[in-house]
DNA sequence: ATAGGGTTAG
């Protein structure tokens, strides 16, 4: 053996072996020789021993050193701190907490300070604060309340479940408060969204005579990266200055990482570039990660794209930001591919790119895609553990037009789970659904499991009323939102009771209510004001509207259109000439419409209004186009043209309405799917009235639920039928 | 004891 004589004489030099102890095996011929030696009986050598093992790294050496816990009569408080603080670097938290009510059955050592500290810091990362909370009780019967390291210990602890409260209680209440307690609670500060507080403890941190360090700037800068305040941010960009002088990026790159994101925070992209140029090739990848969110925040993607190319190694988050930044710009299509390329580089997605991925899939309405994506969530036990993943998986199945699997999800959240966030994506599903009585339980439910609900529950909410007709109902949640919610109305709240009214065709009660408005209505109200005049009919009242609309955009071309579509409808059509010639003059096209339709393969097919010329299977879908216009001519069908703005005539107007990108979808979808599959069909504007009843005959000849999601609502065609009762 | 990426509506 190559130490055996030296223990002999000594246990010291084993010490020294142990501390150079490189790899397992070395580590057992180690035990194996205390144990020839009979050194293994004294504690000292024994507890060295077990650290070895405990603290090796991996899961092999931990349950060795189990092993050794387990045979030890008397194990001492040294072995069961180091066996929690084991546990507690391997993630397994909840075993480390264990460790504690089996250490204080069994041993005569008591727990330390560096028990507690060591438990503290697994307890946080539990599921649940309640083991944390018992365990403070042992801390006071202890005596040890007033320990500085464990107190910082409970207030990280306490901090980490939100719980600023008790944090700020023993924060305040302890006699002895060093550097770490006031960065531990600045930092608790910040990320339970309390800037202010955490600017004024900063202020009586100073005032106590203590130096703040990179710690307390890093807490202070993420504090104040929610308050969108640039004066501020440069404040504290000034006192690091201060502080620090000017700081060395390479030993500092948290600190200059920190106070970059707090000015991309604050939309202050060139300070922000100019801090991130500083750290020149110290650039770490939490730095490149927050450039490329921050430039797909201010909406430039393209610059994120840019950085995001240039990083050799990247990272999970690095491809997290980037196809969430596609994403958040509307680029569904785009993230998604990115997000297939992520896969294919072998970089492990995790439950934040899943959220990611899952929201580009609700925006885009594919359904394949999503419900792959929830199944690898569920595969990795990536489901269940975090509400935001179950609110985009919500999310994900409603704007899907799944709204049952939606609802379903839903059901399965237990209360403590269930967030404003949550309710509101629930609720403004049942709104696109059509589903008003539906949502309006549903937010009773959430009022009786105390979720406070927020602007955007309301939105949905009168949403869900205007498009169910619920009028009653509107009115009364409308005057709830500022008498017993304490929210003032906003102006889409507003344009939902306009929309509500219109709908209904009370069009006084919308016109008065417009006029009984607290501030300016804009052009979304009276747009649909005139929308609504325009489905009953009425002229005078739409002239009103449109003039207003002339007023505030001359240049939208909806207006026209829908000025013209009021006047064409009541055969006016000389005046309906005269605007579309104005609209004609100036330039303005009717935004041009599509359609598309994910196959169950997943694949996603585009088409433009009258065109599908460009698709490699135009010759079928041309005579598919045929073959459905037979049917409907057998089912009695007659196009209705009122939506068509042009005066041509009739035949004309049907040419063009059998053309309409819903229908070459359709078309695409019949020739491409099975007998009773579900086709669904996204469409980027509002389906039109004929599109509507073809729909409907269609899904009776064909036998097929159709589903369309387009601008405002999804519906449902079944059995010559459509969810929507004909009321859009 | 530090830092980076996320959900709803419009």
């Given at each position: 053996m190559f130490f055996g004589r030296a223990i002999l004489q000594d246990g010291h030099p084993l010490l020294m072996l142990i501390e150079s102890c490189k790899t397992l095996r070395q580590a057992y011929q180690i035990h194996a020789q205390t144990v020839v030696n009979g050194l293994h009986i004294h504690l000292y050598s024994l507890s060295k021993i077990f650290s070895l093992f405990a603290l090796f790294g991996c899961s092999e050496s931990l349950d060795h050193s189990r092993l050794i816990l387990s045979r030890t009569d008397v194990p001492n408080v040294f072995m069961w701190n180091t066996m929690i603080r084991a546990h507690s670097r391997q993630e397994l938290h909840g075993k480390a907490v264990l460790l504690y009510p089996s250490m204080i059955a069994q041993a005569r050592a008591l727990p330390n300070h560096f028990t507690f500290t060591f438990v503290f810091s697994s307890c946080a990362r539990l599921p649940t604060p309640v083991p944390g909370f018992q365990i403070y009780g042992h801390v006071i019967k202890r005596g040890l309340e007033s320990d500085t390291i464990v107190m910082n210990a409970f207030i990280h602890f306490c901090c980490g479940f939100g719980d600023l409260h008790s944090a700020q209680k023993v924060f305040e209440e302890s006699p002895v408060r060093d550097l770490v307690s006031f960065n531990t609670m600045i930092s608790g500060l910040a990320q339970g969204r309390k800037p202010h507080a955490a600017l004024s403890l900063f202020t009586v941190m100073t005032r106590s005579g203590l130096m703040p360090d990179h710690f307390t700037f890093v807490a202070l800068s993420s504090a104040c990266s929610g308050l969108n305040n640039y004066r501020l941010a440069k404040q504290i960009h000034n006192l690091v200055y201060m502080y620090f002088g000017f700081v060395d990026c390479g030993r500092s790159a948290h600190l200059v990482g920190s106070v970059m994101d707090m000015y991309l925070k604050c939309g202050e992209m060139e300070m922000a570039e100019k801090v991130f140029n500083t750290l020149e090739n110290v650039k770490s990848a939490a730095a490149l990660s927050c450039m490329v969110s921050g430039y797909a925040r201010a909406g430039k993607v393209e610059l994120a794209r840019q950085i995001f190319d240039q990083v050799d190694e990247k990272d999970t988050v690095l491809w997290t930001a980037i196809i969430s930044g596609y994403s958040q710009a509307g680029q569904y299509t785009e993230a998604l591919s990115l997000y297939k390329e992520m896969e294919a580089s072998g970089i492990k997605p995790d439950k934040i790119t899943m959220v990611a991925v899952l929201s580009a899939c609700a925006g885009l309405g594919a359904l394949t895609f999503g419900q792959r994506v929830y199944n690898q969530c569920l595969k990795k036990r990536l489901y269940g553990q975090d509400v935001i993943l179950i609110t985009a998986i919500v999310d994900m199945y409603a704007k899907c037009g799944k709204i049952h699997a939606a609802l379903e999800i839903f059901h399965g959240v237990p209360n403590y789970q269930r967030t404003t966030h949550l309710f509101n994506a629930v609720i403004s599903g049942l709104a696109q659904h059509g589903h008003g009585k539906i949502a309006v339980l549903v937010f009773e439910e959430m009022e009786a499991a105390k979720v406070s609900p927020d602007e955007i529950t309301f939105t949905g909410l009168l949403y869900a009323c205007s498009h169910s007709g619920l009028v009653e109902e509107g009115r009364s949640l409308f005057k709830s939102i500022s008498q017993m919610h304490g929210i003032n109305p906003q102006m889409k709240h507003y344009c939902c009771m306009v929309d509500l009214f219109g709908r209904k065709g009370n069009l006084d009660e919308a016109y008065k209510f417009i006029q009984a408005m607290p501030f300016e209505a804009n052009s979304v109200i009276w747009r649909s004001f005139l929308s609504s005049c325009k489905l009953y009919g009425d002229v005078e009242m739409g002239r009103i509207a449109s003039t207003k609309l002339l007023e505030m955009e001359p240049d939208h071309g909806a207006r026209y259109v829908l000025l013209s579509n009021i006047l064409a409808s009541t055969k006016q059509w000389e005046e309906a000439g005269k605007v579309r010639k104005v609209m004609e003059e100036r330039g303005i096209q009717k935004p041009s419409g599509w359609s598309y339709i994910e196959l169950l393969d997943g694949t996603i097919h585009q088409f433009p209004a009258s065109n599908y010329k460009l698709h490699p299977q135009k010759e079928e879908i041309a005579s598919k186009l045929g073959e459905v216009n037979g049917r409907l001519r057998a089912a009695g069908y007659a196009p209705s043209t009122?939506?068509?703005?042009?005066?041509?005539d009739e035949e004309e107007k049907e040419m063009i309405v059998s053309y309409h990108s819903e229908r070459l979808a359709l078309a695409f979808g019949l020739l491409n799917s099975g007998p009773g599959e579900v086709l669904r069909i996204m469409k980027n504007l509002r389906i039109c009235s004929d599109c509507h009843l073809v729909f409907k005959l269609l899904s009776r000849a064909y036998k097929r639920e159709i589903i369309v999601r387009d601008t405002t609502r999804f519906h449902h065609f079944k059995n010559g039928l459509c969810s929507c009762k004909d009321f859009w």
């Amino acid at each position: 053996m190559f130490f055996g004589r030296a223990i002999l004489q000594d246990g010291h030099p084993l010490l020294m072996l142990i501390e150079s102890c490189k790899t397992l095996r070395q580590a057992y011929q180690i035990h194996a020789q205390t144990v020839v030696n009979g050194l293994h009986i004294h504690l000292y050598s024994l507890s060295k021993i077990f650290s070895l093992f405990a603290l090796f790294g991996c899961s092999e050496s931990l349950d060795h050193s189990r092993l050794i816990l387990s045979r030890t009569d008397v194990p001492n408080v040294f072995m069961w701190n180091t066996m929690i603080r084991a546990h507690s670097r391997q993630e397994l938290h909840g075993k480390a907490v264990l460790l504690y009510p089996s250490m204080i059955a069994q041993a005569r050592a008591l727990p330390n300070h560096f028990t507690f500290t060591f438990v503290f810091s697994s307890c946080a990362r539990l599921p649940t604060p309640v083991p944390g909370f018992q365990i403070y009780g042992h801390v006071i019967k202890r005596g040890l309340e007033s320990d500085t390291i464990v107190m910082n210990a409970f207030i990280h602890f306490c901090c980490g479940f939100g719980d600023l409260h008790s944090a700020q209680k023993v924060f305040e209440e302890s006699p002895v408060r060093d550097l770490v307690s006031f960065n531990t609670m600045i930092s608790g500060l910040a990320q339970g969204r309390k800037p202010h507080a955490a600017l004024s403890l900063f202020t009586v941190m100073t005032r106590s005579g203590l130096m703040p360090d990179h710690f307390t700037f890093v807490a202070l800068s993420s504090a104040c990266s929610g308050l969108n305040n640039y004066r501020l941010a440069k404040q504290i960009h000034n006192l690091v200055y201060m502080y620090f002088g000017f700081v060395d990026c390479g030993r500092s790159a948290h600190l200059v990482g920190s106070v970059m994101d707090m000015y991309l925070k604050c939309g202050e992209m060139e300070m922000a570039e100019k801090v991130f140029n500083t750290l020149e090739n110290v650039k770490s990848a939490a730095a490149l990660s927050c450039m490329v969110s921050g430039y797909a925040r201010a909406g430039k993607v393209e610059l994120a794209r840019q950085i995001f190319d240039q990083v050799d190694e990247k990272d999970t988050v690095l491809w997290t930001a980037i196809i969430s930044g596609y994403s958040q710009a509307g680029q569904y299509t785009e993230a998604l591919s990115l997000y297939k390329e992520m896969e294919a580089s072998g970089i492990k997605p995790d439950k934040i790119t899943m959220v990611a991925v899952l929201s580009a899939c609700a925006g885009l309405g594919a359904l394949t895609f999503g419900q792959r994506v929830y199944n690898q969530c569920l595969k990795k036990r990536l489901y269940g553990q975090d509400v935001i993943l179950i609110t985009a998986i919500v999310d994900m199945y409603a704007k899907c037009g799944k709204i049952h699997a939606a609802l379903e999800i839903f059901h399965g959240v237990p209360n403590y789970q269930r967030t404003t966030h949550l309710f509101n994506a629930v609720i403004s599903g049942l709104a696109q659904h059509g589903h008003g009585k539906i949502a309006v339980l549903v937010f009773e439910e959430m009022e009786a499991a105390k979720v406070s609900p927020d602007e955007i529950t309301f939105t949905g909410l009168l949403y869900a009323c205007s498009h169910s007709g619920l009028v009653e109902e509107g009115r009364s949640l409308f005057k709830s939102i500022s008498q017993m919610h304490g929210i003032n109305p906003q102006m889409k709240h507003y344009c939902c009771m306009v929309d509500l009214f219109g709908r209904k065709g009370n069009l006084d009660e919308a016109y008065k209510f417009i006029q009984a408005m607290p501030f300016e209505a804009n052009s979304v109200i009276w747009r649909s004001f005139l929308s609504s005049c325009k489905l009953y009919g009425d002229v005078e009242m739409g002239r009103i509207a449109s003039t207003k609309l002339l007023e505030m955009e001359p240049d939208h071309g909806a207006r026209y259109v829908l000025l013209s579509n009021i006047l064409a409808s009541t055969k006016q059509w000389e005046e309906a000439g005269k605007v579309r010639k104005v609209m004609e003059e100036r330039g303005i096209q009717k935004p041009s419409g599509w359609s598309y339709i994910e196959l169950l393969d997943g694949t996603i097919h585009q088409f433009p209004a009258s065109n599908y010329k460009l698709h490699p299977q135009k010759e079928e879908i041309a005579s598919k186009l045929g073959e459905v216009n037979g049917r409907l001519r057998a089912a009695g069908y007659a196009p209705s043209t009122v939506d068509v703005v042009f005066d041509v005539d009739e035949e004309e107007k049907e040419m063009i309405v059998s053309y309409h990108s819903e229908r070459l979808a359709l078309a695409f979808g019949l020739l491409n799917s099975g007998p009773g599959e579900v086709l669904r069909i996204m469409k980027n504007l509002r389906i039109c009235s004929d599109c509507h009843l073809v729909f409907k005959l269609l899904s009776r000849a064909y036998k097929r639920e159709i589903i369309v999601r387009d601008t405002t609502r999804f519906h449902h065609f079944k059995n010559g039928l459509c969810s929507c009762k004909d009321f859009w």
